[in-house]
């Protein structure tokens, strides 16, 4: 079964017994560029100078790829202009998790469970049903980082995302967090896919960087 990379990290940031997601906020934004990352290895959308364009705007027939190429050129249509990948990531990070999420469920590797705390306030979690595809993603990311095999194409742009958002704990829990970090940043700055590609992610650090510095300081001012 191939899931698009905005699953990937979803299923690493889900506890697989409590269905609690952890890291919410940096998982958030990694699993918006990992629909992107996605759109921009299947040709479909481009970045370059910080804005977002689609290039290609034909069915990739995968839905949660599909639905938000269509919401992208929408966007930028109203907007009459390509817009910024910071506009589109402060956009799309609030419901990008949920579409990756009812995804999972659709393909039965999650399943949605709601309660309510307290007997007042309902919650949703998502425990895991099937861990097969989140063990072969955790052994292809172990090979990579942890024993130095290639990774193939995907494989490098998911670790680029996930080393981006620091979201190393999630990928690798119990390993020590600076030598993973320092692999994931040598395969992150290598040359695994096309330049456009590769700028793409750097274009969308830039904008996670940014976006949560300005996060903090609104926060604490």
Known sequence: MTVTLAEEITLLSLDDGSGEAKDRQAAAWA????????????????????????????????????????????????RGRAPKVTEWLTKDQAKAPAAAVARLCERGLV??????????????????????????????????????????????????????????????????????AARMEEIAAGRWAAEDVRTAIREMWAAMTAVTVATIVAATG
Do not use: C, N, Q
């Open 111 to 180: 399943v949605e469970e709601r309660r309510r705390v307290l007997g007042l306030f309902p919650v949703r979690r998502y425990p895991e049903a099937d861990g097969s595809v989140e063990r072969e993603l955790r052994g292809r990311l172990r090979a990579a980082v942890l024993d130095g095999a290639a990774p193939d194409e995907r494989t490098a742009g998911l670790i680029a995302l996930v080393h981006g958002a620091k979201l190393h704990r999630l990928a690798f829990p119990g390993e020590p967090r600076k030598e993973v």
């Open 31 to 78: 699993v918006a560029g990992g629909i992107l990352l996605d759109l921009a290895l299947a040709g479909r959308v481009s970045v370059a100078d910080g804005r977002l364009a689609v290039v290609d705007g034909s069915p990739t027939g995968e839905p949660l790829l599909d639905e938000r190429l269509a919401l992208v050129a929408a966007w930028a249509e109203r």
